[in-house]
């Protein structure tokens, strides 16, 4: 489901370079219940996409037309879930690769990521990986002036917690993930009433 007019709008953006992705399954779990608690979302799946590399300097009209969706689509966005996986004690590249380019939203009225809140998904092989991933992604989120969603969906083990078809198979990891795609649209929409 993309954006519909008068609903909340939820970007999820993450996903490794590798097919079976699972904190790529992990992010669709969460976009549902965000779905599920009345959002509209959309996808950013990064195998997907394949955005290039984000050059500093570069104007936005220099890269290929799929970065300036990239940009459309956050600028338009209400709320945003990250997903990553944890990968030598921090996040993916492809994923710090694809928040660089919100650096297009520095000009932004408000800028950057100011009042939109961040849900954070970080997967990992070991037990660790996963929490120091979403330890880095807290730093971006702030550093956007995002607001960080006051629960975290580590998925330590992660090949042990999502089968071959993308089913998360810990039911507590998918409660959790469940949780996370509703806090993000619930505290959204109080942020939304709070608005000054």
């Known amino acids: 489901m993309a954006w519909s007019e008068g609903r909340i709008y939820v970007v999820g953006i993450g996903g490794t370079l590798r097919p079976a992705s699972t904190s790529r399954m992990a992010l669709e779990h969460a976009l549902h219940a965000a779905e599920d608690a009345g959002a509209a979302t959309e996808l950013v799946s990064l195998n997907d996409w394949r955005l290039p590399m984000f050059e500093p300097g570069r104007p936005l009209e220099d890269y290929e037309s799929i970065v300036a969706r990239f940009i459309d689509i ?90 071959s078809t993308g089913h998360i198979v810990d039911q507590k990891i998918a409660g959790r993930l469940d949780m996370l795609g509703k806090l993000v649209v619930e505290t959204t929409k109080m942020m939304q009433t709070i608005k000054v």
């Open 74 to 163: 956050a600028q338009r966005a209400d709320a945003m879930i990250w997903s990553t996986a944890g990968y030598h004690g921090t996040i993916a590249g492809v994923t710090k690769n694809a928040l660089d380019f919100l650096e297009f939203l520095s000009g932004s009225e408000p800028p950057y990521l100011h009042q939109r809140v961040v849900g954070l998904i970080a997967t990992g092989a070991g037990e660790l990986a996963a929490v120091n991933a979403i330890n880095a992604m807290v730093h971006v989120v702030h550093a956007l002036r995002g607001t960080v969603a006051p629960l975290f969906v580590p998925v330590p083990r992660a090949s042990q917690s999502v089968d």
